[in-house]
């Protein structure tokens, strides 16, 4: 009996387990006469056979060998859970040679639950749930397959809308083990060419790591550590330290002396054989004196554990610098499912005229690793000082809420919006304000308020509310506009003021003139740009009637393919309306000629 098989049976065991448990514990909640009802006892005993299977559960998913997504040796350009802008990568991004349009094959036969069309994050994607308890994702492609390709598109004509999301039932559209679902693209808020590839549990939607299902990739490499980092009992980072490298897989510092509270972090990057990207890490260990006293593996995560990144990383240095170092303890206020729970926090306390041993274990996938040896001996530290001025500052705590008003213009910050009590500065002006605080996450969006500026009708329009970048850029944001206030939700600081664009959206056609017989041609291109507040719509027909153009901002192209739709006369009108973020919009309308071809 193969392995796989074996994990699905094991699998099928533990859902029968979980089925009847559940149906125990209904029963011990509802029935009045049961033997459980009055005793507390038998309540511990089923939540403690409840968490006692979630391990089971867990086993049997990372035991289950899925087929590989593409047909090349397997190179990586993302590792799963490093760290994104606002989130932890929830999987795997496998280097297509720089190209696109390499075939992409369901890793186990399934159902598709879910097809994505957007143009940005996932770009075009395929969510395909399995008969083993995990579904598994497909992003950034640039083509579906033809049976999901004609019905996605039907559902985009029935939308009118070229970004859609459409769900399916178990069942209706399946796909077979090795079948090809689509090919391989750049689609989305993607930087290059790749495959996003994901596994999933499909009850919790968690991601979990795909290296655990089979996919081989060849790794000889130990992970690279950079410099060690000290952090006060605030988390404030104080004092960085050099790394010597004894030999490929040791590190040692000099001497630290040092005292107090203290927090560790770790400058860190992982390798493949096949890539140079630097890529994240998989597993950490701190020991103090022999002792463990931090530790996390990513095995899988929550998606609701993006929300706290800004807290595992030194926020104030990858503002100012774009440098990501990774904090070895837990941070206050943070609820990341991938931490081990206290007692065991990372947190060291250094005694003074103690000495320490600190050992730091790194470690990938494949079971490369790096190890640093440093010992400490404990000081009075003196607490550092600050140049930073806050004289005049508020004091806002994240359990309250604020609302700070000046003649008309504010901002309100709701409560749990910050992480932790910090420092604000306001600077009100004519048709303007200005926001201080310290580089500090903001957990929830503020909402800033102007006063209406005095305008015409048509300038009102073409004005809305910028931030004010370090370079003077005028960032347009999406303006809430009311009688007597405009509004935007921001999580950064800055100043925000008014700014007008007067200036239309700019629309070309790139592979076709007006009067034009276009009978051998596949495509319609048409290039649109917005310089100032952006591309908001745009809205595209031929004789009347709505069509398909796919819109990839990174090239700033429309493109219409002329088998989605049969028109049966030789004179067409092409119509096309493209409106920027303050509602400007410039219509471009052509003539041409095809001929009707029963084939299309």
């Known amino acids: 009996m193969s392995s796989i098989t074996n994990v699905t049976i094991r699998f099928y065991i533990f859902s029968l387990v979980e089925s009847v448990f559940k149906t125990l514990t209904l029963t011990l909640l509802f029935q009045p006469n049961t033997m459980f009802n009055n005793s507390h006892l038998g309540l511990a005993a089923l939540l403690f056979l409840s968490f006692s299977f979630l391990p089971l559960k867990i086993f049997c998913q990372n ?108 069942g209706e559209l399946t796909v077979n083990k090795g079948e090809r679902i689509g090919l391989s693209g750049n689609t989305g808020g ?29 790794d000889s490499q130990r992970p690279q550590l950079q410099q060690l980092h000290l952090f006060d009992e605030n988390e404030n980072l104080f004092r960085s330290v050099a790394l010597q490298k ?185 048709d303007q304000l200005g926001i201080r605080i ?20 048509l300038a009102q329009q073409q004005t809305a509310i910028v931030q004010l970048a370090e370079d003077g850029e005028k960032i347009f944001l999406p303006t809430q506009k009311k009688e007597d206030q405009w509004t935007v939700k921001t999580k950064k600081k800055g100043i925000y003021t008014f700014a007008r664009d007067s200036i239309f959206p700019s629309v070309q056609a790139t592979n076709f003139k007006d009067q034009q017989w276009l009978s051998k041609y596949r495509y319609l291109k048409v290039a649109i740009e917005d310089k100032e507040s952006g591309i908001q719509s745009y809205h595209g027909s031929i004789n009347g009637r709505w069509i398909r153009f796919e819109y990839e901002p990174k090239n700033k192209t429309l493109t219409y393919d002329f088998q989605d739709l049969t028109f049966k006369n030789a004179k067409h009108e092409l119509r096309l309306e493209v409106t920027d973020g303050v509602g400007n919009t410039t219509v471009k309308e052509w003539t041409f000629f095809r001929k009707y071809n029963l084939n299309e």
Request: no cysteine.
């Open 63 to 170: 035991d289950i060998q899925l087929g590989i997504p593409l047909d090349i040796p397997i190179a990586l350009s993302g590792n799963f859970a490093e760290l994104r802008s606002g989130h932890f990568h929830a999987g795997l991004d496998i280097k297509t040679k720089g190209r696109q349009g390499l075939p992409v094959k369901a890793v186990a036969s399934g159902s598709i639950r879910r097809i994505r069309v957007s143009t940005k994050g996932y770009g075009k994607s395929i969510y395909i749930e399995h008969n083993n308890g995990l579904t598994t994702v497909y992003a950034h492609l640039q083509k579906f397959a033809p049976k999901i390709e004609a019905l996605i598109r039907k559902y985009q004509y029935e939308k009118e809308s070229f970004e859609v999301q459409k769900f399916l039932k178990k």
């Open 190 to 218: 993607s930087f290059g060419p790749h495959l996003h590839y994901e596994v999933r549990d499909s009850d919790s939607q968690r991601p979990i790591n795909p290296l655990r299902m089979g996919i081989p990739v060849e």
């Open 438 to 457: 310290p580089d500090i996450p903001i957990r929830k969006a503020w909402e800033v308020y102007l006063a209406p500026p005095q305008l015409d009708s």
């Open 246 to 430: 004894v030999n490929d897989s040791l590190y040692k510092t000099e001497l630290i002396e040092t005292g107090g509270t203290i927090g560790l972090g770790l400058s860190m990057f992982d390798r493949q054989d096949r890539s140079y990207n630097r890529n994240g890490i998989f597993s950490v260990s701190l020991y103090l004196n022999g002792q463990e006293r931090y530790h996390y593996q990513f095995d899988q995560f929550d998606f609701k554990d993006g929300q706290y990144i800004p807290l595992f990383i030194d926020y104030g240095l990858y503002v100012s610098k774009k440098r990501r170092l990774y904090k070895l303890f837990t941070p206050q206020a943070s609820q990341m499912s991938f931490l081990a729970p206290p007692p065991s926090t990372g947190q060291l306390g250094i005694e003074a005229g103690k000495s320490y041993q600190i050992k730091i274990k790194v470690s990938d996938f494949h079971g490369n690793q790096a190890f640093i040896e440093s010992y400490w001996n404990g000081i009075v530290r003196d607490n550092p000082v600050t140049n930073e001025d806050w004289s005049g500052a508020e004091s806002i705590l994240p359990d309250k809420d604020y609302l700070f008003d000046f003649d008309g213009n504010g901002v309100y910050i709701p409560k749990k919006s910050i992480f932790r009590s910090t420092q604000l500065q306001l600077f009100p002006g004519n």
